[in-house]
């Protein structure tokens, strides 16, 4: 199993991020082809009360990595990158990404 977890720094603008995040970007990644699994987080907090380096986290799950492939590839992968991108750029968010193996058999 592959997993891409996505980071996004505060942005500066965090109700029109969020607005924006849940009503619209997190429904097209649901619409991506061969993804098995969506979790997105808001980060709440650190230990010691600092602002967190982070605003939110989104972890999407395929099958393999041809299957992540095809999903980015697609008319709906692409289209969600593409609004990622303008989400950042329109409300001040940095976004990283990481591309993760899971091994299944540690579960």
Known sequence: MMKLTVTY?????PEGF????TSVHAPMVLDMPGLVRFESSKVVGTPDGSPAPFFRTAELYFADQEAMGGAFASEAGMATGKDAEELCARTGATM?????VVDERAA
């Open 9 to 13: 720094t505060t942005p500066s603008d």
């Open 18 to 21: 969020d607005a924006h995040y």
């Open 96 to 100: 990283a990404t990481f591309i993760s």
